[in-house]
């Protein structure tokens, strides 16, 4: 079950720590993810192929969404399909992201994923897997063993990292070990320092919190609750308040966030402000049965699947953004800017706009550039088509000088049956019935000549 598209490598490293900790004999070959269809329309349901073991018959994956802040894949071991009473066997984060290119995003940014999904599944056993694409930084930040130490502590179990072994990396024995070496932490280049300050009757985080006139510093959020995690799993049972949040009034903390929700469930409490009393919702997660990306993480599998194509970058609604893959060289990560200091001057043109999927047509040397969207805002994907000019400029005339590029809308949703507009490549709708567009990129027509 998984937000995301679920990589051959990434399914490789499951597998492999799937038969590891049962004990299973399994062999891990070729992998494939292939979608099931049935007379001709797809069942919203993959197999995946080139694993082998005795004690498993299938492995099917299905895309599934949740409520708040949902770890990127829940990993199942049954024999019927899952519904929101069955317990995982791993529930697992995936990010690229190594400390050399953000500190606060390989670590921080997803941790309170773990904090969230203990209130669901107390005894499941989490991982955060570094799918890494670039070389691991050889002198790993202080931030980043801080954030490792912190995750050891609470029993999440790293994989696709080197070294970890090292002493550095070993979980917190007490809350003063915790508190002395965030204090010997360099502070942030913005001179915003989160500290941990230790009272007699309460400890105190100090974090800004407000990102866009209210409570949504996804970073800090994730520092502040894992760090509360840790010191409730070290033994502390009084107060944890968070200050200098420059939260101005009660309006801006909202009423049900993800961290109104894990402050209720750590006890964690604002200065000058209160934390609204909430619970979790129900439902941790839910079957997806409207998302765009239904489209575009099909369209995407069945073209590596079936055809010479592939994908040079993704960026799937809901899931963590790619790197650029040039024809020659080093993955990229992609700039948000041409000129960021002209955007932070008040320049918004020099903001780049990226597709949500990137395909290359080795065969005819044609680059395509796709943007997702649901039916009913087809008109919308056509005009961001128009967007795409910076994106073609920076990274794919650069890369790919001698393909021609082209831009497609691939769409999920509806009952209709057919397509009228030219712009439109591939209609995935409800019924599972795969429709192309008449001027469909030809990579599309091959990997439908399949079916």
């Not at 082998?52 to 802040?69: D, E, P, Y």
């Not at 790293?158 to 970890?164: D, H, S």
Request: hydrophobic fraction near 35%; proline fraction near 4%; glycine fraction near 6%.
């Amino acid at each position: 079950m998984t937000e995301e598209r679920l990589k051959k490598e990434v399914l490789a490293t499951i597998f492999q720590k799937f038969a590891k900790d049962y004990g299973f004999a399994a062999f891990v070959g070729s992998i494939q993810v292939l979608p099931i269809l049935e007379n001709t329309k797809f069942t919203f349901t993959y197999e995946v192929i080139g694993f082998r073991c005795n004690k498993v018959g299938k492995v099917f994956i299905k895309t599934i969404s949740g409520s708040s802040s949902l770890v990127d894949h829940l990993i199942f071991y049954q024999e019927k399909e899952p519904s929101i009473n069955d317990t995982p066997i791993y529930a697992i984060e995936e990010t690229k992201t190594d400390d050399k290119e953000s500190r606060n995003s390989g670590v921080y940014q997803r941790c309170s994923k773990f904090v969230f999904v203990q209130n669901y599944y107390p005894n499941v056993p989490k991982i955060m897997l570094y799918n890494l694409q670039v070389e691991q930084k050889k002198n790993p930040t202080d931030t980043y063993i801080f954030g490792t130490k912190m995750l050891k502590s609470l029993g999440v179990t790293i994989l696709g990292k080197k070294g970890l072994d090292d002493k550095r990396f070993n979980a917190f024995n007490s809350i003063e070990e915790f508190i002395e070496l965030k204090e010997k932490m360099n502070p942030t280049r913005n001179g915003q320092s989160v500290e941990i300050i230790k009272k007699k009757d309460r400890i105190e985080i100090t974090a800004k919190l407000l990102n866009g006139g209210r409570l949504a510093h996804d970073p800090n959020i994730g520092m502040t609750t894992i760090i509360a995690q840790t010191l409730r799993k070290l033994g502390w049972k009084d107060k944890i308040v968070v200050t200098k949040h420059q939260l101005p009034t009660q309006q801006s903390v909202g009423i049900k966030n993800k961290f109104i929700q894990l402050a209720n469930r750590l006890n964690i409490s604002l200065e000058k402000l209160s934390i609204p009393s909430t619970t979790f919702t129900n439902d941790y997660w839910r079957y997806e049965t409207e998302g765009e990306k239904l489209g575009t993480i099909f369209i995407h599998l069945v073209v590596e699947n079936f055809t010479q194509g592939y994908s040079i970058f993704e960026n799937h609604a809901g899931s963590e953004k790619g790197y650029f893959i040039p024809l020659k060289g080093e993955p990229i990560p992609l700039a948000k800017y041409k000129d960021r200091e002209k955007y932070k001057a008040g320049d918004k043109s020099q903001i780049v706009n990226i597709p949500d999927l990137v395909l290359v047509d080795l065969s005819n040397k044609i680059v395509i550039d796709v943007e997702g969207k649901q039916y009913q805002f087809r008109k919308n994907g056509i005009e961001e088509l128009a967007g795409y000019d910076a994106f073609d400029e920076l990274y794919i005339k650069k890369s790919y000088p001698k393909f021609k590029v082209t831009r497609t809308v691939v769409l999920y949703g509806s009952e209709e049956e057919a397509i009228v507009e030219i712009e439109i490549g591939f209609l995935l709708n409800k019924n599972g019935q795969l429709i192309l567009g008449v001027k469909a990129p030809q990579l599309f027509k091959q990997q439908s000549k399949t079916y």
